[in-house]
């Protein structure tokens, strides 16, 4: 705990998904699943690793971003970080020169979300323990300790945060020996992306119902035809009890996304995930209403910046599940803060995994919500996307559709160095040999 901060380096990690459509919706066609990736060395054997997702290009914009940031961090002692950790979520989010870029928002808060999670990752691995037991064993003032109330007191007080952590103590041991039994539920995305053929859909989707799935999701919005195609070809494969969510990645209108949404109603979704701009809170409001008659609510979190703009989608009933990334918030801290205020409006949270290391680093959070804050598994899943854990030294542990609580100590984001090196981009290996980029 003594360990003091020594340095900070970053780098530019890309692994080329596009090539075979993995990730691939009808906004993003051809995403290569990247990350800045942040090691902190100590002046003690410990070290700590962070990350923070991309989509390729510009990842070197959010590794210049986390460099700027890194002149706050180092020197700094771990014990003095964690004592006033709110203080120091502030210090880099709120740095008086750097908020110009934000504030808590866009890159500078991918970068920080990076440094911040090679923070935790280094907190919990001087403890000893992963990091959701780190959460899990903390006492409830020293969580909301973390949290910075700033912009969101008019919806959740620290005193409303404290309570809510208190009385979920209870039943708490039962939890935790549940969630180490069966883990926690997931869902898979892996099956339909947009880019994929019906044959390999169908493929993908019988697979994963002999290992056990039974939550799937489907990539639409490009092509209303190829939808109601794609969807009935789904439906079909999984049977009716069996839940189909869809995800339209931002791509329509709002009375656009009512109408097409609509036509997919016959499929039975249970969500239709951000069918419209990230930043509409009222257009996802009625969005919202327009869809409830159907049954279909409205899913939207993965480019939500900042927990004010969850506080607003949550007043104004602008969604009906809330996903948290542990990239896109400022890192755990942040994420702490949805997760009490997606309890108090009593809104599920099935959170936004998948990318390179999301599904790692968003396991600890949602089995944190299921034993220190919701205590329901009702509605609720974390997605799963089965792509690229073989880079990290620990990967996720899926059994009978559920995440395996980690074991090791940290935040499960370490990879491996020669995957790193590989991967670096543009020099590894990978893209040296690549002529396409
Ligand atoms: C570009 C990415 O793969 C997205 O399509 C992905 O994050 C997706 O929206 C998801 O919900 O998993
Ligand atoms: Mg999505």
Not at 51 to 65: H, M, N, P, Q, R
Not at 291 to 319: D, S
Not at 403 to 408: A, G, L, S, V, W
Request: charged share 25%; net charge negative.
């Amino acid at each position: 705990m003594l360990s003091v901060i020594r340095d900070l380096t970053v780098k530019d990690v890309r692994f080329p998904t596009s090539v075979e459509q993995l990730g691939s919706d009808a906004m993003h066609t051809d995403p290569d699943y990247s990350a800045a990736y942040v090691v902190l060395e100590t002046d003690c054997n410990l070290r700590g690793f962070g990350l923070t997702f991309t989509l390729g290009k510009g990842t070197e914009i959010v590794v210049c971003a986390v460099k700027a940031l890194a002149g706050l961090v180092v020197g700094k002692c771990l014990r003095e970080i964690v004592s006033d950790f709110r203080g120091f979520y502030r210090l880099l989010s709120s740095d008086s020169q750097m908020r110009w870029l934000g504030p808590e928002k866009g890159v500078i808060h991918l970068a920080t979300a990076a440094v911040l999670n090679a923070v935790w990752d280094l907190w919990a691995r001087a403890e000893g323990k992963p990091l959701w037991k780190l959460l899990v064993d903390m006492d409830p003032k020293q969580i909301v300790s973390c949290i910075d109330f700033r912009y969101i007191t008019d919806a959740l007080t620290e005193e409303e945060a404290l309570e809510i952590l208190v009385k979920a103590q209870e039943g708490k041991q039962q939890r935790e020996h549940q969630m180490l039994m069966e883990g926690y539920p997931a869902y898979t995305t892996s099956c339909a992306w947009i880019g994929y053929s019906d044959q390999l859909l169908q493929q993908l989707c019988t697979d994963a119902l002999r290992s056990g799935w039974t939550k799937f999701k489907v990539k639409v919005g490009a092509d209303l035809e190829d939808d109601v195609r794609r969807c009935r070809l789904i439906r079909e494969t999984i049977g009716p009890n069996n839940t189909m969510m869809i995800d339209a990645n931002q791509r329509w209108d709002v009375a656009e996304a009512i109408e097409w949404v609509s036509r997919l109603a016959e499929f039975k979704p249970l969500w239709i995930e951000e069918p419209t701009s990230p930043d509409d809170i009222l257009g996802h409001a009625t969005i919202s209403k327009a869809l409830a008659p159907y049954g279909i609510g409205v899913a939207t979190g993965e480019q939500c910046h900042n927990r004010v703009m969850f506080k607003q989608f949550l007043q104004a009933a602008a969604l009906q599940f809330v996903q948290i990334d542990a990239c896109r918030l400022g890192s755990v801290n942040e994420n702490l803060a949805v997760l009490l205020m997606a309890h108090k409006f009593k809104v599920p949270v099935c959170p936004h995994a998948g990318g390179v290391g999301l599904c790692e680093l968003m396991q600890h959070l949602i089995l944190f919500d299921y034993i220190c804050v919701s205590v329901s598994l009702s509605n609720r899943m974390c997605e799963f996307v089965d792509h690229l854990h073989e880079h990290f030294t620990s990967p996720v542990v899926i059994q009978n559709a559920c995440y395996m609580p980690p074991k090791d100590p940290g935040y499960s984001c370490e990879m491996f160095e020669s995957s790193v090196r590989r991967h670096q981009f543009p020099d590894g290996d990978v893209w040296r040999l690549d002529m396409k980029k």
